[in-house]
């Protein structure tokens, strides 16, 4: 019986959160069954050939942290060592690709980082640009 066990026995994991994203990660990029493949596997996202083997995964990026997922940096890239890292929800919502990028003062922010930066309430400062205000003007309400 311990024989077979050893025999079947891979990494030991299975049931982890850590192991769990790296199933959803394989999900979304390859089950075209999975209601979200479009988002992923449907529009080219793929994971890299040796993140395909599990304990290759783990050896690159280790134990998913307590609150934290398996982000992408570059939302266009493949799932890779060097394009993925566990992330917040706030960290991961704004690294979604349809997130406005606003650039003021030599820094690139998301909406919500900027309205969170100058203490304004977001729908505010949306509202503003809507009005086609400069992003100086919704941001601080000063017009020079």
Known sequence: ???????NYKHGMTGTRTHGSW???IQRCFDKKYSRYKYYGGR????????LEFANFYKDIGERPEGKSLDRIKN????????????????????????????????TQT???????????????QKR??????????LTNINH
């Open 1 to 7: 019986m311990l024989k077979n066990n050893r025999r």
């Open 76 to 107: 266009h890239l493949c799932y890779s060592k060097e394009n993925c890292k566990w992330s917040t929800r706030k960290e991961q919502a704004n690294n979604k690709r349809n997130n406005r990028l606003l650039t003021y003062q030599n820094k």
């Open 44 to 51: 080219g996202i793929t994971v890299c050939p040796e993140w």
């Open 129 to 138: 640009l809507k009005l086609n205000w400069s992003i100086k003007k919704a």
């Open 23 to 25: 199933c959803a990660m």
């Open 111 to 125: 909406m919500k980082q900027w309205a969170e930066e100058f203490d304004i309430n977001y729908r505010v400062f």
